[in-house]
């Protein structure tokens, strides 16, 4: 799950969609733990010395989600409770992180990716999957953008050319459920 954090509802177009999201998401994570399968929260936090910060950040002078703040935390409602938590600065949880030595702890090659944003840090973290040799899926209907153009491209090129299967959520969850990777 990815950057399910208050910062990011900010944007008018994910405002809109956030409690219908934020129970999507629950639903794939009580899945997954009915199943026994692992839930990684992944968040993003910048520092306020910029040292962490993105090109475009710099730009503008502008960071968020600092460690302690509002914007930093998980959405109210989310069910975040004794998952494992992976903290980035880029769009790729991979990307100077833990994530990957996290999943091999955990005997994790398949991914369900959810959360937002779709055109951003959901794309970014499903190519770096395929370039990490993990079979990655998406939950078409638990992930939200503020830029449906961008997203529905970047979906389009996951499914063509990394050959990374968009689910719909009885989808997801079956394949939380049973295991079996869709054809």
């Not at 959901?122 to 899926?137: P, R």
Request: aromatic share 6%; net charge negative; with cysteine.
């Amino acid at each position: 799950m990815i950057d399910m954090q208050n910062s990011y509802f900010e944007f008018p177009e994910l405002g809109e969609v956030r409690d219908e999201l934020v129970a999507s998401i629950n639903e794939l994570i009580h899945a997954a733990h009915d199943a026994g399968r692992p839930v990684v929260l992944v968040r993003t936090e910048h520092t306020r010395d910029r040292s962490t910060w993105t090109l475009n950040m710099r730009e503008d002078g502008e960071g968020f989600a600092y460690p302690g703040t509002e914007q930093a935390e998980f959405l109210d409602g989310l069910a975040t409770g004794g998952h494992v938590e992976v903290v980035k600065t880029r769009d790729s949880a991979f990307f100077e992180t833990d994530l990957r030595a996290e999943l091999d702890r955990l005997g994790v090659d398949h991914l369900l990716v959810c959360g937002v944003s779709t055109h951003s840090c959901v794309a970014q973290t499903a190519i770096d999957g395929f370039a990490e040799n993990l079979h990655v899926a998406v939950a078409r209907d638990a992930i939200s953008s503020d830029n449906s153009a961008l997203s529905e491209a970047l979906l389009e090129f996951l499914e063509d050319q990394m050959r990374q299967p968009l689910l719909d959520r009885v989808q997801s969850l079956e394949l939380l459920r049973n295991g079996r990777w869709p054809d």
